[in-house]
């Protein structure tokens, strides 16, 4: 469900210790869409009975199992591997159609 590499991994931990997020259960959640597609947001949570389940060393990530299918799973990226654009998440799957094919339009969020 979740691709994250060690140097994403440790950047993630770095921002869960320093914001005192205990224990580490974070759900990935659709946040809205925007030009480029659909964002993604994180927020501590606990699991349902609706959600996929994945521990990654002592991180625990939730999904709605809804999000998981449509996304097929998602890749945290450290700011290094996002070109120095700070950590990313991201869907696995993308649908080519989504977003807007023009900024032009003025399309909110």
Do not use: H
Request: proline letters at 4%; charged letters at 30%.
């Amino acid at each position: 469900m979740i691709e994250i590499s060690d140097a994403g991994y440790q950047e993630f931990n770095d921002l869960l210790e320093a914001n005192e997020i205990e224990p580490k259960v974070v759900r990935l959640a659709l946040a809205g869409f925007g030009c480029s597609g659909p964002r993604f947001g994180l927020m501590v949570d606990e699991p349902s009975e609706s959600d996929v389940v994945e521990m990654v060393k002592d991180i625990t990530f939730i999904v709605a199992k809804d999000l998981y299918d449509e996304y097929e799973g998602f890749v945290i990226l450290s700011d290094e591997e996002n070109f120095g654009g700070g950590m990313s998440l991201r869907p696995k799957k993308i649908d080519d159609a989504s977003g807007c094919s023009t900024c032009a339009t003025g399309c909110a969020v």
